[in-house]
């Protein structure tokens, strides 16, 4: 086998496991890896710049002050450098190549990570408001069309400012954490868990009736009642959830006029005394 071709086998088993990598590190070491079987011995680092500085995300090998790169590329927010003493052109263009292939996918993946943020809380790990909204109106749409009905339950954690100033946010935090787990464990194949404020949740129920998450909500109300809460050497009493029910059509025909309905329910429940379940008045 001639060296083009064992480049290019090297290149092709590269692209293969590039496209396999799931985050910067995995990325990084498929490159460094690949570097390695190209020119054996040879140093580099990639570098991640901000500004004027840069900070080095990976390096290998011994690198000198005197030395210069062999190949050095810069793609956006990263610095790729190679160094080797005796390097041929092919080898240098090889290494050129998958310089560029690997400042592509970091770049597709820093794109692929921003956009899974704006639909992730990141505390929680449920979906944010923003991707609530759109399951929303995606949900009305396909219930429109199969004429069929969406449950949904807006959930607010009680009196949690108050956990914050007695015990700091981090215990408010963990609060947070502990519900959202509460509401992935009571999925269904097509429900939308969503942390859509401070301490407030919203589940999406395609399919569901107003008695089904009646059901569910006081389900979850009564859980969180039987948790037994502790931060630090810290006991915190007994942790209430105020939850409002609502199902599409009867409480709404659009996402606005249904939140709104949410928060008119939620709204009662706290004044009737906090830790129970309001249905949502219907729609006139």
């Excluded at 990084?28 to 054996?40: A, E, H, M, R």
């Excluded at 290494?95 to 639909?119: F, G, M, N, P, W």
């Excluded at 992935?184 to 107003?210: E, K």
């Amino acid at each position: 086998m001639s060296n083009i071709e064992l480049l290019d086998n090297i290149l092709n088993d590269y692209a293969k496991k590039l496209s396999a990598a799931v985050g910067e590190k995995e990325i990084l070491n498929s490159f460094y890896s690949c570097i390695d079987k190209i020119s054996p011995g040879a140093a580099g680092a990639i570098k991640r710049v901000s500004g004027e500085l840069e900070n080095t995300v990976l390096s290998w090998g011994d690198v000198t002050g005197d030395d210069s790169p062999a190949v050095e590329w810069a793609n956006g927010d990263y610095r790729f450098l190679v160094y080797s003493s005796s390097i041929s052109e092919v080898v240098s263009r090889t290494l050129e190549t998958v310089v560029i292939i690997t400042s592509i996918r970091i770049q597709l993946y820093d794109k692929e990570r921003s956009a899974e943020l704006a639909i992730k809380d990141t505390l929680t790990g449920l979906y944010s408001n923003i991707y609530m909204r759109d399951s929303l109106e995606r949900e009305i749409l396909r219930a429109n069309r199969d004429n069929s009905q969406i449950g949904m339950i807006i959930y607010d954690i009680d009196d949690i400012s108050t956990i914050n100033t007695n015990f700091g946010g981090d215990a408010g935090n963990r609060i947070l954490i502990i519900f959202a787990g509460m509401l992935i464990s009571t999925f269904r194949g097509n429900d939308i868990s969503c942390r859509i404020s401070g301490n407030r949740f919203m589940q999406i129920l395609p399919g569901a009736t107003l008695r089904d998450c009646l059901i569910k909500a006081e389900e979850v109300l009564e859980e969180m009642r039987q948790l037994d809460f502790s931060y630090g050497d810290n006991r915190i009493d007994q942790v209430t959830v105020s939850a409002g029910i609502s199902a599409f059509p009867d409480h709404g025909v659009t996402p606005d006029s249904i939140l709104q309905a949410l928060d008119s329910a939620i709204y009662r429940a706290k004044k009737a005394g906090k830790d129970q379940v309001m249905v949502a008045e219907k729609i006139s």
